[in-house]
């Protein structure tokens, strides 16, 4: 068995058994219907113990990985095909195949506003932000009618610091955030931004409004083409750019997640050329492991990562708004450049999805739909 378990590092052996045993599996190492080796072969080829295997396996069968069959053993139930977010036609085997489709998924794509294939909404209860909504005009009143302040509300930019801090490991202060109506906005601000720098690499191929945007301001798109785990090694050694613009999770139209080997070869791309990483997150949270995907942002305090993700897929299409956080780095300079522009969200808004992240709605909702999109999986492969 080829995983490597690092007993210097502090990820649990259990975890990284288990994130070795997902590689193999979705590469196709142990194909659908396969039979795992057993505990005691997978513990003595890893060098670890058998209740460490049994952890790993618990976690893979919840992910809809495998099943275990009682005296039978542990059989792959993953199929690449049936896996939201990894269907096989949009993994990047074949790039003459998806360049040439390549503009029309794009216009397809376009049809939603700027929230990434929004037909797929969140669906979140109406009754809670109904109720929620009644809440907030009680609470606060005449608040509701002031101007926002420029950054957005300081109750809303606390609440989204809490809520990454204890979701994601992204530790930050709420002069750090800065509210606006989506991403196509946010693209519009780091162009502005970070525009005198010429050159911004971005994936090859990607949401299309991302280049769209950049180009209206005056930057030549660098496309640097994707290989199976994300922007090939070769091309980003290649490029000009200083500015790098990922989505490291399901990027669109590739279905394609940066492992956590690319996540560091992208950070170390920065550190050796002072660049800056975009860091385009915007389907992280609706993935269907019990585990977050690590976002770049928290990974190095010594790259400037800058974050971007909304509300949008999360909760409605209609709900234009979403968050960008800056390192404390460009803090300073973003306020002295930018810091005249007034916020779009409504301030209604900006109360309401406060509202919804301090009292646990808005995570109760997030689980509910990873639980639903483990159990499709699964359902969908015991039929078959």
Not at 162 to 168: D, E, V
Request: charged share 25%; aromatic share 10%; glycine share 6%.
């Amino acid at each position: 068995m080829n995983i490597k378990i690092d007993n210097k590092v502090e990820k649990p052996a259990y975890i990284q058994l288990y994130e070795g045993l997902v590689k193999n599996i979705v590469d196709g190492v142990y194909p659908y219907g396969s039979k795992l080796p057993s505990k005691r072969t997978i513990a003595a080829d890893t060098e670890t113990s058998v209740i460490t295997v049994e952890h790993a396996i618990t976690l893979l069968n919840e992910e809809g990985y495998t099943r275990s069959k009682e005296r039978s053993g542990v059989f792959v139930i993953f199929k690449d095909e049936d896996f939201i977010g990894n269907k096989l036609e949009n993994r990047i085997n074949d790039k003459g195949a998806n360049k040439a489709n390549a503009n029309s998924d794009y216009n397809a794509y376009d049809k939603g506003d700027d929230g990434k294939n929004e037909e797929k909404k969140g669906d979140f209860p109406i009754s809670v932000l109904n109720k929620t909504i009644r809440k907030i005009l009680l609470d606060y009143g005449d608040k509701l009618l002031i101007k926002s302040p420029n950054y957005g509300c300081i109750e809303l930019r606390n609440e989204i610091c809490f809520y990454l801090a204890r979701s994601r490991g992204i530790h930050i202060q709420a002069q750090q955030v800065i509210i606006g109506s989506g991403a196509e906005y946010f693209y519009g601000l780091i162009a502005q931004f970070l525009g005198h720098q010429k050159y911004v690499a971005i994936e090859n191929p990607s949401y299309n409004k991302i280049r769209l945007v950049y180009e209206s301001f005056g930057l030549v798109c660098d496309m640097l083409d994707l290989s199976d785990n994300g922007i090939s090694s070769d091309k980003l050694e290649m490029t000009k750019a200083k500015l790098l613009h990922v989505t490291p999770f399901n990027s669109y139209p590739s279905g394609i997640t940066a492992d956590i080997s690319k996540k560091n070869e992208y950070l170390n791309w920065a550190r050796k050329r002072n660049g800056i990483i975009i860091e385009d997150n915007f389907d992280s949270e609706l993935t269907v492991s019990r585990k977050l995907e690590e976002p770049l942002f928290s990974m190095a305090s010594d790259v400037n990562v800058i974050y971007i993700n909304t509300f949008s897929r999360t909760i409605a299409p209609s709900m234009r708004i979403g968050y960008m956080i800056l390192p404390r780095d460009l803090v300073e300079k973003f306020n002295k450049k930018l810091g005249f522009y007034s916020c779009t969200v409504p301030i209604f808004e900006q109360y309401l999805i406060m509202e919804l992240l301090k009292n646990g709605e808005f995570e109760r909702h997030i689980n509910r739909i990873r639980r639903k999109k483990r159990n499709d999986i699964q359902n969908n492969n015991y039929k078959a």
